[in-house]
């Protein structure tokens, strides 16, 4: 009987170790209703996030931003401005040689994918998918995979 209450307390810690990489999310409905932008095909944008974050939105010039901040200064966004995307990665884009998006009739098509490490070895990136830009700024390594994941998580809504 000891031998098989051992048994089983070694099995529950071995199968219980796993869930301590396991990350939870949340799902986050973000209103784009009062944002301008005549291209915008949407009211709502779904995203899946990991919990622990700090979310502020802004209003630049009509456009609407909310931007998800983490302990570790990474930060996830998503923009109406299509034109010139996020100040978080204006310089980032300036140093490729990016100064904003020529206005351009936009369909839901259309995707510019831009991407790198800035000078203190962390990702960023910015992608305009049709009517809306989203991306991510100071993304360690270990982390990268993750906020790739969330970028593909992004759902429209009416």
């Not at 009509?62 to 204006?90: A, H, M, P, Q, W």
């Not at 830009?133 to 390594?141: A, H, L, N, R, S």
Request: charged share 30%; with cysteine.
């Amino acid at each position: 009987m000891k031998t098989l209450v051992i048994f089983i307390a070694i099995i529950a810690i071995n199968g219980c170790s796993g869930y301590k990489d396991l990350k939870i999310t949340t799902t986050n409905i973000l209103d784009f209703r009062n944002c301008e932008l005549a291209e915008k095909n949407y009211n709502y944008i779904e995203i899946e996030l990991p919990k622990g974050f700090k979310k502020k939105q802004t209003n630049i010039e009509g456009f609407c931003e909310y931007r998800f901040s983490y302990k570790d200064k990474s930060v996830i966004y998503i923009t109406t401005n299509i034109y010139k995307g996020s100040r978080l990665n204006y310089g980032n884009l300036y140093k490729i040689g990016i100064d904003g998006y020529n206005h351009r009739k936009t369909y839901m098509s259309d995707t510019i994918k831009n991407n790198g490490k800035n000078s203190q070895n962390l990702y960023w990136l910015e992608h305009i998918l049709g009517d809306i830009v989203v991306g991510y700024v100071d993304i360690p390594e270990n982390r990268k995979e993750e906020f790739d994941k969330i970028i593909l998580s992004i759902k429209r809504k009416e």
